[in-house]
């Protein structure tokens, strides 16, 4: 039972524009949502973090919107870089509690 | 860089020989995290410790043990190597604070079961 999905295994995106990753949660009692990048062969790295107090979150080019109605996170990556090129991971917890559930990856592609 | 490092990075080993994994971080971090990659799956938590002798499962337990003697150390065990546990291992660290979940990961292990 996937209870964080993303279900875009990719996405393709020119550079300067946005980049749109998107996520869903079935589950009703996670109230904490972050977003991890990972290049091959390295650990994957926070980007940004949400908690369900707010709808959004923004940290330099990178903005995190939370839809608790529809159980709904994006990211949204402006403008974009090759850089970016990565994939990225949405996940959840419940609280604070210490454990993340995560989601299968999104591999995102930034083409000059 | 959460000063979290992993040992070995690469390996490769047979049907049926015990592993273990070395997690090493430096800042004295409570929490500690074994999880594994796979294509389709996204990270899995495999077990994780929330202080010294102090661990609990996660989602994958099975065919894995840990132990925490030390608070730097977080050792992940496969006592009988299987084809299906190649996978990409990531140990993570949870930085604690007020309103703060995230964790950081360390490089990963890729392990290669034959």
């Known amino acids: 039972d996937q209870q964080v999905k993303q279900n875009s295994p990719s996405l393709s995106v020119q550079e300067g524009r946005i980049s749109i990753l998107n996520c869903d949660y079935t589950n009703s009692m996670f109230d904490y949502f972050l977003w991890y990048k990972k290049y091959p062969a390295e650990g994957p790295t926070f980007l940004i973090s949400i908690s369900s107090i707010k709808d959004k979150n923004e940290d330099g080019r990178f903005t995190v919107f939370l839809n608790k109605s529809a159980k709904h996170l994006s990211l949204h990556i402006v403008p974009s870089q090759p850089g970016d090129s990565a994939v990225y991971f949405c996940?959840?917890?419940?609280?604070?509690?210490?454990?993340?559930?995560f989601g299968t990856g999104t591999r995102l592609q930034v083409t000059l | 860089d959460a000063g979290i490092t992993q040992s070995p990075r690469h390996k490769v080993t047979e049907t049926g020989t015990p592993v273990t994994l070395r997690c090493h971080q430096t800042e004295n971090h409570r929490y500690m995290y074994w999880y594994r990659q796979d294509p389709g799956h996204g990270l899995r938590l495999i077990h994780y410790s929330y202080g010294v002798k102090d661990t609990d499962k996660g989602e994958v337990s099975d065919g894995y043990s840990v132990s925490r003697s030390k608070t730097e150390d977080f050792l992940l065990t496969l006592e009988s190597a299987t084809s299906s546990q190649t996978s990409v291992y990531f140990c993570?660290?949870?930085?604690?604070?007020?309103?703060?979940?995230?964790?950081?990961f360390g490089p990963g292990t890729r392990l290669t079961v034959t």
């Open positions: 996940a959840a917890s419940p609280g604070t509690a210490s454990k993340l559930t």
């Open positions: 993570a660290i949870r930085v604690m604070g007020p309103e703060r979940v995230e964790q950081y």
